[in-house]
């Protein structure tokens, strides 16, 4: 994991899980460095290509105050140097962060905290092991684009390899979590070949799981997933983005819009 990765996730996941609040003022100008990068609005916007310059990063830290204690200032600063997963992830904070859609406590449950509400949920699914964390950001992108429903990450923040009883533990979680969601987005990144995301994919298609797909187009296996869903479940296309998969899945849990009349 890179330097950019980790700055960027850990304020993510603080985000979401209603632990930091921007400064209003970092707020206000992180939604014009968000506003002034994007090419359109929502899922559409800096996740999808933006460009966020130098000029613009300057403009956004130039002097105040209250600038030291900004947690977005030194993920910016690092943002030119980054990496292409770490500046995606900034990205699509940004535009969270611009949106206002900064959500309570209990609509972001990360392993292995248990969710035993009744609200409308949402569970990742797909490679952890050898990908890059797509679930973070796929979480961002869904708040970004207003969806109100608790997010399940089977991503922990501290797994520890090698340990049996840690691996049963995550395991139960998965399969109770999975069965508790309302939706279940499926991503199948180009790194690894994710053999228990497959088997996953596989038992939830086959119990009729409202499930959404998506795999990179250089996932080895993305022919196997595309023709075995075309045979089981005619109802589900398999996406090419995350961006495009979690647009599939913002249709599945955003809330009807009332028609005046």
Not at 97 to 108: E, K, L, N, T
Not at 234 to 249: I, K, M
Request: net charge negative.
């Amino acid at each position: 994991m890179t330097e950019l990765q980790r700055l960027a996730g850990a304020l993510a996941t603080d985000y979401l899980s209603g632990q930091w609040t921007p400064d209003p003022t970092e707020e206000h100008r992180a939604r014009i460095l968000s506003l002034s990068a994007s090419v359109d609005d929502g899922l559409n916007g800096l996740a999808a290509g933006g460009m966020i310059t130098g000029e613009a990063i300057a403009q956004m830290l130039r002097p105040h105050p209250d600038l030291a204690s900004w947690r977005l200032a030194p993920i910016l600063r690092a943002y030119l140097t980054g990496d292409a997963h770490g500046r995606a992830l900034v990205r699509d904070l940004l535009d969270t962060v611009a949106g206002h859609h900064q959500p309570s406590a209990d609509q972001y449950i990360r392993s292995p905290h248990s969710y035993g509400g009744s609200r409308l949920a949402a569970f990742l699914a797909g490679g952890i092991t050898g990908c890059p964390d797509w679930q973070t950001r796929a979480a961002l992108q869904l708040r970004a684009a207003g969806v109100t429903a608790t997010i399940l990450n089977p991503r922990r923040a501290d797994f520890p390899e090698g340990d049996p009883a840690a691996a049963r533990e995550q395991i139960g979680w998965e399969y109770e979590h999975l069965h508790r969601a309302d939706v279940v987005l499926f991503w199948f990144c180009a790194e690894t070949p994710q053999p228990i995301a497959l088997y996953e994919l596989g038992a939830h298609a086959a119990r009729s799981a409202t499930i959404v797909v998506g795999a990179h187009p250089q996932y080895a296996r993305r022919l196997d997933v595309v023709e075995q869903l075309r045979h089981a479940r005619l109802d589900v296309e398999v996406h090419g983005s995350l961006t495009d998969t979690v647009r599939a899945a913002v249709a599945l849990l955003a809330p009807p819009v009332a028609v005046p009349g």
